[in-house]
Each structure stands twice: as structure tokens, then as C-alpha cells.
């Protein structure tokens, strides 16, 4: 699908925090200029309240999620499954779905066998504890992530100005560090986006005090794919179905690909929540996508 000649420029007020943030230099990386576009307390396009997903005016992707509640239905199942399976009762843990977009979450119609089910807004800080399910959908793709180009044999950082007119992008001075365990070479020209906060986000939840399933649905790749396979990079921006420019305004989604092997790695302490981190891994984010499909049209989800 092409590029959106119709979305919006960025709100003053949104500039405003821009040009406030980057200081004398104008520039922020990309990683800290996406943050900003989604994360920002008032500004950001996940905290303000407006409809976001769907199939109605004014939406900009949609997911399994805003499909009914069959999705909620089948995750539930799945999830009693996998617990009764590693001998854990359902009914002793607390569903927790993090990065809902609706305040009552996938199980809100639903009748499921859990202890409770709670919700974490996207942006929002979660605390876990005890026995839980811990249930996320595309929340991993939609963390910020570091622009990087290999050019002139050494790797480069991208940023993002304001130029008095529109935000553009920039290569940043100076050269950063290789990507940790790929192999190359590598063309020239060829963009990493590296999915750094994806894996902190996963970690930091991993180390809460909690026990129980981690069930995330997701969509990403290999380091290996994500350095062969993606010549131009995976950072894509919707507004209203449609591909935006992913530097062009706050008021649109934003997604880079997940990197399995990152988010696949918890702490030793969680591996025994209920299996190896082996068997579970491509369990957590392909179980909705088999690993050989095609991934949807860059209107269906923010993946894209």
C-alpha cells in the first residue's frame, strides 16, 4: 500500500516538546524521537484518548483483538491449556494484559477460568506479582527502536530534526557499535532497526516478582533475518489505514519487527515458570502466524 498524501503535519504543541527535548542541537535519535511520538504523557499517540484501532473513522489499524471476542476467547483457552498442562490450576492466576486497548482487554465479554483479569494501558508502567498470565498483542512492535545504517564500513546512527517546516531525518556524527552476534558483512546502505527497547521492555517484565505463563503475539524475526532480509529496515508509520512517512507527524502509529532471539532470553529465574525458553519461544510470538506465512497488508495492523 503507498504512502499517505493526507497525513497531518505534526501539533504545535508536539514541536514545542521536540524542540525542548533536543536542546541547542535540534536532533534526537529516532529511538528518542519515536518514544516521544507515542509515549509522550499528554502528546504521545498512545495517551491520548482517541479511537485508535478498529474499523471506523478516525482508526488507524486494526488487530485480532478489535475482531469480537473470539480472539479473547481462543487466547483464554490456549492459556488454560498450557497452564493445566504444566500441572498450574487457571483458576490460582491472574490474567494481565498489557498494552490494552480498551479498558476492560480481551476478556472483557469473556468467560475465562482465571482468578481475575486485569489491564495495563499501553505506556503504562506493569507490576506483576504471583501467579499470573501474562498476555500482550503487538506491544512489542510498537517500542521504540534505533535507526542504523551501515555506510562507509563502519555502522551509523539515524536522528530526527525539526527544520522549521518538518521533521526530517538525519545521520548522526560519529560511529556507534556493530549489531551483538551478526555475522555481515554487510552491504552498503543497509538499515538495522534495532529493536533495543523491545528486549529491555520483555526483561524488565520478566524480572518481577511473578510465576506463570508469558504469552505474547507478535510480529518479528531473526537476528539473521532482521540483517539480511531487511535492506531498508522494518520502521513503518499508519494513519488511517494507510503508510505515513515514519518521521512525518506525532499523530500516527509507528512499528519496527520484534527480534526473537532478544526477547526470547528471560532471566534464569523465570525459565522455570513453566518450560525450557527453547520450547517456548516462537510459542509466545508465532502462535498466532505460522512462521512460514506471509504477514498481513500494511492496512490490517500496525506490524505492517
Known amino acids: 500500500m503507498g504512502s499517505s498524501p493526507s497525513a497531518p503535519p505534526p501539533s504545535a504543541a508536539f514541536v514545542a516538546a521536540f524542540c525542548e527535548r ?47 471476542p ?13 497452564l493445566r498442562d504444566a500441572g498450574r490450576d487457571p483458576a490460582r492466576h491472574t490474567f494481565v494484559e498489557i498494552g490494552a486497548e480498551s479498558p476492560g482487554g480481551i476478556l472483557e465479554t469473556v468467560t475465562h477460568p482465571f482468578a481475575a483479569a486485569q489491564t495495563v494501558r499501553v505506556g503504562d508502567p506493569a507490576a506483576l506479582a504471583g501467579p499470573c498470565v501474562v498476555f500482550s498483542n503487538e506491544l512489542f512492535d510498537a517500542q521504540p527502536c534505533r535507526r542504523t545504517e551501515f555506510r562507509g564500513g563502519q555502522w551509523r546512527e539515524w536522528g530526527v530534526r525539526w527544520d522549521g517546516t518538518a521533521f526530517t531525518e538525519v545521520l548522526l556524527d560519529g560511529a556507534i557499535e556493530p549489531p551483538a552476534g551478526a555475522a555481515g558483512p554487510f552491504p552498503e546502505g ?39 532480509e531487511t535492506p ?15 518521521c512525518s507527524t506525532n499523530r500516527a502509529t509507528r512499528t519496527s519487527r520484534a527480534m526473537f532471539a532478544g526477547i526470547g532470553s528471560p532471566p534464569r529465574s523465570k525459565r522455570r515458570a513453566l518450560r525450557n525458553p527453547g520450547s517456548i519461544r516462537r510459542r509466545r510470538f508465532s502462535s498466532a502466524k505460522p512462521a512460514n506465512s506471509s504477514p498481513p497488508s500494511a492496512a490490517t495492523k500496525r506490524a505492517g
Open 22 to 68: 533536543a536542546g541547542a542541537a535540534g536532533t534526537l535519535p529516532f529511538a528518542d524521537f519515536m518514544a516521544l511520538a507515542l509515549y509522550h504523557p499528554e502528546l504521545g499517540y498512545y495517551r491520548r484518548e482517541r479511537p485508535r484501532v478498529g474499523y471506523g473513522p478516525g482508526t488507524d489499524f486494526y488487530t485480532a483483538s478489535t475482531s469480537g
Open 70 to 82: 473470539l480472539f479473547g476467547e481462543l487466547v483464554a483457552a490456549a492459556a488454560a491449556k498450557l
Open 190 to 228: 543497509y538499515r538495522f532497526d534495532r529493536p533495543d527497547a523491545a528486549t529491555d521492555l520483555a526483561r524488565n517484565l520478566a524480572a518481577q516478582p511473578w510465576t506463570g505463563l508469558f504469552l505474547a503475539f507478535d510480529y518479528g524475526k531473526t537476528l539473521a533475518q532482521l540483517t539480511t
Open 232 to 246: 531498508a529496515g522494518t520502521v513503518r508509520a499508519y494513519f488511517r489505514h494507510t503508510r505515513a512517512m515514519p
